[in-house]
């Protein structure tokens, strides 16, 4: 073959190879993006009867791909989590964890998610300072985003945003789902703080 058409077809196969990663780049990054269910009450199924005791309720909300997102509040505090049903969300780690002071959380949750597949959810939540009362004696709430994976794998708690130190603590909580979500190990690895901690980490960070 004469030297100059195979310069030629090694050029245009680089060119193309080019294009394709640059097309698949795009493609890529068009890909992840956010949408948003409710876990209000009127948009979820309540589970049972609410206790006489203390109030405590379950309910379970629609999500996506499939998914379903379990709410359940005890004494105060609550622990939301994901699964395809009810048994499947009551048994993931994040089912499991409480924290110390009371709390809860916002009912917006935006999903993350590459294409089609959710991957992580991200939700608001309030966590109360009883170092900070208000004229009636109530502890003020100091706001803090959690990120949560999602399956394939369990679902836990990935990073904690502090809204109130963070200005950007939507963007913080979205880079820290796109980056660790899928690849956090859930009872190994430590969730992570992202940006600056504030009062709302700390709280939610008592042992």
């Known amino acids: 073959m004469h030297p100059a058409p195979m310069v030629i077809r090694i050029a245009t196969l680089s060119l193309a190879a080019l294009l394709l990663c640059t097309g698949l780049h795009r493609v890529?990054?068009?890909?992840?993006?956010?949408?948003?269910?409710?876990?209000?009450?009127?948009?979820?199924?309540?589970?049972?009867?609410?206790?006489?005791?203390?109030?405590?309720?379950?309910?379970?909300?629609?999500g996506k791909n499939g998914l379903m997102v379990l709410?359940?509040?005890d004494d105060l505090r609550e622990i939301v989590?994901?699964?395809?049903?009810?048994?499947?969300?009551?048994?993931?780690?994040?089912?499991?964890?409480?924290f110390a002071p009371f709390n809860s959380s916002e009912t917006t949750v935006e999903w993350r998610a590459a294409g089609t597949r959710p991957f992580a959810i991200i939700q608001r939540w309030h966590i109360a300072d009883g170092s900070d009362l208000d004229k009636q004696g109530r502890?003020?709430?100091?706001?803090?985003?959690?990120?949560?994976?999602?399956?394939?794998?369990?679902?836990?708690?990935?990073?904690?945003?502090?809204?109130?130190a963070n200005p950007n603590a939507n963007d913080l909580a979205r880079k820290a789902a796109d980056e660790f979500a899928s690849s956090f190990s859930c009872g190994k690895d430590e969730v992570k703080i992202i940006g600056a901690r504030g009062r709302a980490v700390e709280l939610a960070t008592m042992r």
């Open 28 to 62: 890529g990054a068009q890909s992840m993006g956010s949408t948003y269910t409710s876990t209000a009450a009127r948009d979820c199924r309540r589970i049972g009867k609410p206790s006489e005791l203390d109030g405590s309720t379950t309910r379970i909300c629609p």
């Open 81 to 98: 989590s994901v699964g395809r049903n009810r048994k499947v969300a009551e048994e993931e780690p994040a089912a499991k964890v409480w």
């Open 139 to 164: 502890p003020n709430t100091k706001a803090m985003l959690v990120v949560t994976r999602l399956p394939p794998g369990p679902v836990c708690h990935v990073a904690y945003v502090d809204a109130v």
């Open 71 to 73: 709410i359940a509040e």
